[in-house]
């Protein structure tokens, strides 16, 4: 029986159709740092693990997952415990023994475990306050040991955004410095693979510090094609003598469109708990209808698309945030997208009803740079020239339930 891996990272046999961009994503690093730019849920932290478990031409892998943190003396010293974590005879080894905070850790503990070094780590009280001197002095030692080192960032935009509400003063400085090293990585076997569920350009754009980022090569992760749609669903249902008929596979796909990976996993295992229940009946597109209303969008997946709506809140512009809602309800509501023309007619709208509104070419600019945010955060694509809809047919199946109303939708 194959495994349904609903939310989880796939990992080894679970692991599908993403090989070749890892292939290519192997290629980059050996000459660039890059950025990984994908949506929640396509996979981004999957692609991340499996260079993790199966690294390519002697690369030492380390990854960490920066969330939470909110200064850089957090991230000096998650970076530390991820490289103990992931390469502890490296640590051990080569940056141990020529580093004086690290030697004193291992000489008070004989053989020290994942737990008591992270301990060790927080008791050593300077590391937050210098974390810029002991950071530096730590990548030099990287930079001299000539081992091939990759380093795998999750999640970095929320980091930025936690350092900037928490740590405001450190924000620039932690840019420029992060930008300095990076650089000299290029001329050593180092390598940063960075990613997040948020766009990393629009996080900085309103701060104005795009240019200390923007030395990182884009590599975009794409939702799941139709002939690999088919492939999963089939796999998965005949692995589990699941029966179906023909009308099943193209109803998932009317009604996902460009599929998300973890909605696509989610709708086919609760098909797959439908049909368990009455072995007698195949599968049809009328249960495919029924299983993807209740489950994607129910109570089921609420929280999983939400982010979408409240992600605007948070990382977007406070002067864009109301246009940004007002153009997705619209779009939602639409048969086959909208015009650029009637988008910016509607933008214009938000615009006239405040006080001291945007006009003229400060507007028109301001609607080109909100339309590029919505696309490059996969809210929307441009279906064909200068016509646009929702990138995923599920989330503007979901918009227009929840917040079509706003605009008589029902």
């Known amino acids: 029986m194959a495994d349904f891996i609903v939310g989880s990272p796939a990992r080894e046999g679970d692991f599908w159709f993403r090989n070749e961009f890892i292939k ?48 850089p003396g957090d991230f000096f010293i998650t970076l530390v415990d991820a490289i103990h974590e992931h390469q502890p005879e490296y640590l051990r080894r080569t940056l141990a023994k020529s580093s004086d905070f690290l030697k004193g850790i291992f000489s008070r503990i004989d053989k020290i475990e994942a737990y008591e070094f992270k301990i060790e780590l927080r008791k050593s009280g300077d590391l937050r306050k210098n974390w810029e001197e002991r950071a530096t002095q730590l990548m030099d030692r990287v930079f001299a040991s000539g081992e091939k080192i990759l380093f795998i960032i999750d999640e970095f935009p929320d ?8 740590s405001p003063d450190a924000f620039e400085t932690f840019l ?8 000299k990585s290029l001329n050593y076997d180092v390598r940063w693979l960075i990613g ?38 089939t796999r998965m249902f005949k692995k589990n003598r699941v029966l179906f008929d023909n009308t099943v596979i193209s109803r998932i796909l009317e009604l996902l469109g460009s599929p998300i990976p973890y909605f696509l996993q989610m709708l086919t295992q609760e098909l797959y708990r439908k049909w368990k229940r009455n072995r007698a009946e195949p599968l049809s597109a009328d249960t495919v209808t029924e299983v993807f209303n209740k489950t994607l969008l129910g109570e089921m997946a609420r929280d999983k698309l939400l982010h979408y709506r409240s992600r605007i809140d948070i990382h977007y512009l406070p002067e864009e945030r109301e246009a940004a809602c007002y153009l997705l309800n619209k779009l939602s509501l639409s048969e086959d997208g909208i015009s650029r023309n009637a988008l910016f007619n509607l933008y214009r709208q938000v615009e006239e009803k405040k006080s001291g509104g945007r006009t003229g070419h400060i507007l028109n600019q301001s609607f080109q740079r909100l339309l590029l945010y919505l696309q490059s955060d996969f ?30 939708g029902n």
């Open 24 to 71: 290519n994503l192997w290629n980059s690093i050996k000459k660039h740092n890059v950025l990984l730019i994908a949506p929640r849920r396509i996979g981004k932290t999957t692609v991340m693990y499996n260079m993790l478990d199966k690294p390519k031409d002697n690369w030492l892998v380390i990854h960490l997952n920066v969330e939470e943190l909110k200064s």
């Open 159 to 166: 980091m930025l955004n936690g350092i900037l509400g928490n």
């Open 176 to 183: 420029h410095w992060f930008r300095i090293i990076r650089e």
């Open 196 to 233: 997040g569920s948020v766009n990393l350009i629009v996080s900085l754009d309103k701060q104005g510090k795009v240019k200390l980022v923007n030395d990182l090569k884009p590599e975009i992760l794409v939702p799941f094609s139709a002939d690999e749609v088919r492939e999963f669903v």
């Open 379 to 408: 809210y929307i694509e441009e279906i064909r020239d200068g016509h646009y809809d929702f990138t995923s047919r599920l989330l503007k199946t979901w918009w227009k339930k929840y917040y079509g109303y706003e605009l008589g």
